[in-house]
Each structure stands twice: as structure tokens, then as C-alpha cells.
């Protein structure tokens, strides 16, 4: 993943359609984000995600996704959340994908954000080029960590014994 001031990009070996298409299906962030409660609302006719919200309790939220030429909104209007994705063809088979991050954010939400995206970006990478198997759980893990953070919220990320073998340390 590339950084540039309020950027982040990475390359895809992917054609620019068939990313843009990716990105523009909601249920394909439980692939490459943390927001794995996505489903298609019939009540509702369109797409929420069911998350904990602020007070602890589940909660169904707006997944809007709107296509404006090579650029990708994710939204959750509810929220007030809005991700901004630009696709753009490299060669024939090679798409930039970047995210533009807000540029009015306090440094310590930018921080927060940039190791968010740089995660996500990485695994869209991985997914859209079929080699997820080299992402490791612990990053999944991370991933959804850095989700509950934002909401003042941890949690223990289970290690298992074969993780363990010839630790020494604390787990936390």
C-alpha cells in the first residue's frame, strides 16, 4: 500500500471493471473489511449492516453504495460514514485503487484510520487476486480490533496452542 498525504492506494492485477463491480456489491466487505453483519434488508428493501452500536446493542445500519465514474462511495448515512474509493486502469489487467481519506480528521483519528485502510486495502488485494491464504488471521483479527476501538470497545483475540508453541511472553 502507497500513502500519499491523504491517499492510500494499492495495485490490483485485476481489470478496473470488475474491481469497480467489487466494490459496489456491500455484501463483498465481509471479504476485505470487518463489517461481516451485512445482509440485504427485504424489510427494508436495501442493504444494512447489523452492528453494535455505542451502547451495546445491536443495531441495523444503511449500506449505500453509489457509483460516480471511476470513483466508489460506501456509505452508512445513519452513521454519518462515508469511504471514497477511486479505480483506476494501470494496463489492461492492472487497477490503482486508492482511498482518500478526510482531511478534516484529528491526527489521532487519521492514525487510526490509515492502519485501518492499509489493512483493508491489503486484503481486497489479496481476495481480488485469489491469495488470501497469505493473509494472517492475526490481521483479520487486528482488523476487527481496530473496529472496536473506534466505539471505545476491546477484545481478547484467542491464540491457540499450536500459535503458542515456543512463546514466551504475555498474551494479552
Known sequence: ???????????????????????????????????????????????????????????????????????????????????????????????????ILPSDCSEKFMSWLRQLLTMELNILKATLEKNRECIPKRMFNRLENLHLEIIGKKRRISISATELKGFKGEVL
Not at 490490483?12 to 465481509?30: A, G, H, R, T, W
Not at 452500536?53 to 449505500?64: M, P
Not at 453504495?65 to 471511476?70: H, L, N, S
Open 1 to 99: 500500500v502507497m500513502s500519499f498525504n491523504n491517499k492510500l492506494s494499492v495495485q490490483i492485477e485485476k481489470y478496473k471493471e470488475d474491481v469497480i463491480q467489487f466494490l459496489m456489491c456491500p455484501s463483498n466487505l465481509k471479504y476485505w473489511t470487518a463489517h461481516k453483519g451485512i445482509c440485504y434488508s427485504k424489510e427494508r428493501e436495501q442493504w444494512v449492516e447489523r452492528r453494535v452500536n455505542k451502547e451495546g446493542k445491536f443495531s441495523a445500519y444503511s449500506v449505500v453504495t453509489k457509483r460516480d465514474g471511476d470513483h466508489i462511495t460506501v456509505s452508512w448515512p445513519e452513521r454519518k460514514v462515508t469511504v471514497v474509493f477511486a479505480a483506476k486502469a494501470l494496463t489492461f489487467q492492472h487497477t490503482t485503487v486508492t482511498a
